[in-house]
């Protein structure tokens, strides 16, 4: 009898936003460091009740907004030798933001660096030039943004 090891999966919940004619994404980077552009979001937590739940708890804490019905465009997978990561990343519209109800570790903790949201008009140069991270997703958006109608 062989034993297997169970695979453990870890999920990730990301947004690219849409507030007006502009696009939402995070600046990020450490004083000293690079600095990059991303997606906000982060890891689904237990007490998530499921990945769009856990992708409103993200985007309150990291930019104080919420959002319209979510709209999942893209999924990546990473495997690794004991932990498979799996990136969701979803479509959806800003309603409102307060940056006064950003909450999560990213403000109260100076050593998770940078957590700046920053406005891209929604035009392939404009987020071309951002140097986006992961690669992937930065390839996605230039293949298809100008065809999200806005």
Do not use: C, Q
Request: hydrophobic share 40%.
């Amino acid at each position: 009898m062989a034993i297997v090891a169970s695979m453990k999966v870890r999920r990730n919940v990301r947004a690219v936003l849409l507030d007006g004619d502009h696009l939402v994404f995070l600046r990020r980077g450490w004083p000293g460091g690079s600095t990059f552009y991303t997606t906000v979001g982060g890891g689904v937590e237990t007490e998530d009740a499921g990945l769009e739940a856990a992708l409103r708890r993200e985007v309150m804490e990291e930019i104080g907004a919420t959002i319209g019905p979510p709209v999942e465009f893209l999924t990546m997978t990473e495997p690794g030798e004991r932990v498979t990561a799996v990136w969701h990343y979803f479509r959806a519209d800003v309603l409102d933001t307060d940056v006064g109800r950003r909450s999560g570790p990213e403000v109260s903790d100076p050593d998770l660096g940078d957590f700046t949201p920053v406005h891209v008009p929604l035009d392939v140069s404009a987020v071309a030039a951002l140097g986006l991270e992961p690669p992937e997703l930065a390839d996605y958006l230039r293949d298809h943004i100008a065809s999200w109608g806005i």
